[in-house]
């Protein structure tokens, strides 16, 4: 129980005690006011029946008439505070659900978690997307919803207690194995035991519910996982004529969905054999139970009808625990996946190793007695020295999995896994990936990504582009266009990556193989255009062929270099 309540209590911290969290608390409290004028207007009701079924019975039409027109002012007094309490639950939600979601994806982007996560993400172990937009809308609607029903519920309880307790006066009589038997009060004793009973069969029903609708969420964050992967991918897709393997993956993803859905609805279908029945009967129960009283004339009509009306509210609100256990079991899923999130975020980017970082005051890129690893301790790569000063020009060399793109990870804080020392310039640096990414958003966007473009300016923007051969898309009038209706090639995406060198004038840049999808002539031409504005810039190339353009070239060779053993603690037994 405890460990369930832990994750709800830490994810509401986050959502209430925020910049700002006070109007959110403030409207907490208001729908609970609301809240409480629900319950006074329902004792009020419970009065009501007594007033209104014994001026029936007295046949006292003004009385009857009267009470009728009580009671529709109590249903528009019962809706009015219903109606506000819901519209400000809702304003609630969003306040909540933005501030949740800030928390989410704050830790989702800080220390680079999107990336150490990914892995995980490939594996369709963890679907990110998921928790930021889902989980976090059913948290919060689920703990507006379920938190203020409870303290509600607590309230009224109290209330509908004190009143059942008054009005019970008579105790139930009958003789068993031949001693006559007494139970004072039996309606009061009745109301918790009845509830009591049905809880624990509830419990019991549907306690595997929780792990079903965890495994529910995960099946078809995984199925939507796969979707999206197809979309990103689908030119590779098509060009590989892969739809029939992506329809049998997309076929078992959903397969998984169907499977577990199966177990889940056969699982509420026993859960609903018990709580249907229950929610239909405890209307009628307490009219059954004060029968006796009713039959031996220690009852008005009034009385059994207003007594009936106090035990079923008990009973009712007591039951609210039965009524919400679909409920709860889905807070307490979403809790514990969000809260998971991130734990997983907050450790993402530890390592085990011991690589030190530190600036190099005379502009150079350097690293010193690197040893990189895989996550399983398979050694990588060792380098003793590698520098680069301001103005040069460093390729990095090597054949296909030497550990070049590691290094660029290594320098980028990226990569944990190793020892050493790596220093960076304090000037601004940039880093090319191997794979050209172009963000959501127009054309000047992805020329100027990650700033903004109003920071740069358009004319920045299209001289740029005309500097890395883009001309045909350097026209004011293509900078709105949205890139991904560009036509780009793999080529002209090369040149818009470069184009961004341009852009943001580094003082050092590591570039991944960032042109092996230009000829050679492509390759100088751009290289000298960036060369031409960047004078001084420090560049680390990594590549296959030379690079072309930039000036004079210093090779370092990583097949040179040999891999070393790691430390026998740091290897990882396969057994
Ligand atoms: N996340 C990872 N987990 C395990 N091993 C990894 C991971 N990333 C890279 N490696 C391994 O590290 C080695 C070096 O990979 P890296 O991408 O650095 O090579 P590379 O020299 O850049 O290759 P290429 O020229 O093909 O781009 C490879 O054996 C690769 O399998």
């Known amino acids: 129980m405890l460990t369930s309540l832990a994750p709800i209590w830490r994810l509401t911290v986050q959502c209430a005690w925020r910049p700002g969290g006070r109007f959110g608390i403030a409207l907490f409290a208001t729908i609970f006011a609301l809240g409480l004028a629900g319950v006074h207007v329902t004792v009020r009701l419970i009065r009501w029946a007594n007033d209104f079924y014994t001026a029936l019975q007295k046949l006292d039409v003004p009385a009857a008439t009267q009470q009728i027109g009580v ?24 306040r909540w659900r933005q501030g949740l979601t800030d928390v989410v994806l704050d830790a989702w982007l800080s220390d680079k978690a999107y990336w150490h996560l990914r892995d995980r993400q490939e594996n ?72 009591a009973i049905s809880s624990g069969v509830t419990h019991w029903l549907g306690k595997p519910l929780i792990p079903l609708n965890v495994e529910q969420q995960k099946t078809e964050a995984d199925f939507r996982f796969a979707l999206a992967r197809l979309r990103e991918n689908g030119e590779a897709v ?6 029939p393997a992506e329809r049998r993956l997309f076929d078992l993803r959903f397969a998984a969905v169907a499977d577990n859905w199966h177990r889940l609805m056969n699982r509420e279908l026993v859960l609903g054999l018990f709580t249907r029945p229950y929610m239909q009967t405890v209307l009628r129960i307490p009219l059954f139970l004060a029968l006796p009283a009713f039959l031996a004339g220690r009852l008005t009509f009034g009385g059994l009808m207003q007594i009936a009306s106090a035990f079923q509210n008990v009973v009712t609100t007591l039951s609210w625990f039965i009524f919400s256990y679909r409920d709860l079991a889905e807070l307490v899923a979403t809790a514990r996946r969000l809260d998971g999130f991130l734990a997983d975020c907050g450790t993402a980017a530890r390592g085990e190793g011991g690589i030190v970082r530190t600036s190099d005051a005379s502009g150079r890129m350097a690293v010193r007695d690197l040893s990189l690893r895989a996550p399983d301790g398979r050694a990588i790569l060792t ?85 890395v051969g883009l001309d045909r898309l350097a026209a004011p009038d293509r900078l709105d266009v949205a890139v991904a209706l560009s036509g780009l090639s793999g080529g002209e995406k090369q040149r818009l990556m470069l184009a961004r060198l341009v852009i943001h004038r580094p003082a050092w840049a590591v570039l991944d193989e960032p ?18 504005v960047l004078p001084a810039t420090a560049f680390l190339v990594i590549a296959h062929r030379p690079p072309q353009g930039l000036g004079p070239v210093r090779r370092v060779d990583l097949d040179a270099a040999k891999p070393v053993q790691p430390p026998a603690a740091l290897r990882i037994s396969a057994a």
């Open 383 to 467: 380098m003793e020295d590698l520098a680069v000063s301001s103005g040069e020009v460093v390729w990095l060399s090597g054949a296909s999995g030497r550990g070049k793109t590691t290094l660029a990870r290594t320098l980028a804080a990226l990569w944990m896994h190793g020892e050493g020392h790596v220093a960076l310039p304090a000037g601004p640096g940039l880093f090319l990936a191997q794979q050209s990414y172009l963000p959501l958003g127009s054309l000047a966007d992805a020329v100027t990504y990650p700033s903004h473009r109003d920071d740069i300016g358009d004319e920045a923007i299209l001289a740029a582009l005309a500097a």
């Open 515 to 532: 042109t092996s999808a230009l000829d050679r002539e492509a390759e100088a031409a751009v290289f000298a255009a960036v060369r031409a």
């Open 238 to 243: 098509a060009f590989a004529r892969g739809e």
């Open 124 to 195: 369709g172990l963890d679907n990110p997307d998921q928790r930021i937009a889902d989980d976090c809308r059913i948290f919060v609607y689920r703990l507006t919803t379920e938190a203020l029903e409870l303290m509600t519920n607590l309230v009224a309880l109290v209330s509908y207690v004190a009143i059942l307790w008054s009005l019970s006066t008579f105790p139930l009589a009958f003789t068993l194995f031949g001693t006559e038997v007494s139970i004072a009060r039996y309606m009061v004793w009745a109301a918790p035991l009845y509830v």
């Open 71 to 94: 009671f529709f002012v109590l249903v528009a007094v019962s809706a009015a505070l219903n109606l506000s309490a819901a519209w400000l639950r809702k304003l609630l939600q969003i």
